[in-house]
């Protein structure tokens, strides 16, 4: 065979390689939004009253969100792109006044609004797990980025880069992943003044919910939403540690002995991705 002359074969290969080459060349394109070249402020200054009002008017006490109404307003689309522009004015390097309230409230908002962004540009859609794809195209988790500081984050550097860093689990009841089964989307904004109650207050009611925790009393077993699977290094070494720091938040007494005697064996719940929508939607 003339190696020199392709056969169809080697013709229709090409071709293949042609076309994922010019898709992957566009794969991944970043999507930025908020303002690169904000004119920076000390981040304990950042105003997030804004974003509260947006949350009291399109999400409900169980965290579920009217996106369609909200994709239906112009004029709310605009305040959120305001805000995220607003957060892109902070600075991130350490000041006197900006404390670890100050950063755990900015962050968990920014990571929340950032979700709803991202929802908002896909919307119609059944789940955030439409846009996250293995091999080739835009990742919402990776190429939305919001500029902080001069700096594009993602939501995945977000998690994982700034909120996992700063010690503090309870992130995993505050952000949210646009999906039933993550915690509920609280109706109102972190605040520095009250971030460690609301986040107590969004712990407690996760293991209320029982999506993300059941007993098994006479089976001895607790049954606990995958996020503590995924994450369970963040609340401590092993699972006698795990259980005693989630201990105060489970929803009864005797839930709490079992979890600070490590008297049960845990297995872990089926993760709902579908979209924390409204069910008007």
Not at 14 to 26: G, I, M, P, Y
Not at 111 to 135: C, F, V
Not at 188 to 215: C, G, I, M
Not at 230 to 237: Q, R
Request: charged share 20%.
């Amino acid at each position: 065979m003339n190696r020199h002359v392709p056969t169809a074969l080697t013709l229709a290969a090409a071709l293949v390689l042609s076309v994922v080459a010019s898709r992957h060349a566009v794969a991944g394109t970043p999507v930025y939004v908020g303002d690169a070249k904000a004119k920076l402020v000390p981040m304990h200054t950042i105003d997030h009253s804004s974003w509260n009002k947006l949350l009291a008017k399109y999400v409900d006490s169980d965290g579920r969100v009217d996106y369609k109404r909200w994709h239906a307003s112009g004029p709310d689309q605009t305040s959120l792109d305001n805000y995220l522009k607003h957060l892109s004015t902070a600075s991130i390097a350490a000041d006197e006044k900006t404390t670890h309230a100050h950063r755990l409230a900015f962050w968990i908002n920014a990571y929340n609004a950032l979700t709803i962004k991202g929802i908002l540009r896909e919307y119609p859609t059944t789940s955030i797990r439409n846009h996250t794809p293995k091999l080739w195209g835009y990742h919402i988790w990776h190429d939305l980025k919001l500029h902080v500081g001069h700096q594009p984050f993602s939501l995945d550097e977000i998690e994982h880069q700034v909120l996992r860093k700063m010690g503090e689990p309870r992130i995993h009841f505050a952000i949210v992943c646009a999906s039933i089964g993550c915690p509920r989307l609280l109706s109102e904004a972190y605040v520095p003044e009250r971030v460690d109650e609301q986040l107590t207050t969004n712990a407690k009611d996760f293991f209320s919910r029982s999506q993300n925790f059941r007993h098994d009393v006479s089976g001895k077993r607790f049954y606990l939403s995958a996020i503590l699977n995924w994450f369970g290094e963040d609340f401590g070494d092993g699972q006698s540690e795990v259980l005693r720091r989630i201990a105060g938040w489970l929803p009864d007494s005797t839930a709490q002995r079992a979890a600070l005697g490590n008297a049960v064996s845990i297995a872990y719940l089926d993760y709902n991705w579908q979209l924390n929508a409204q069910s008007a939607q």
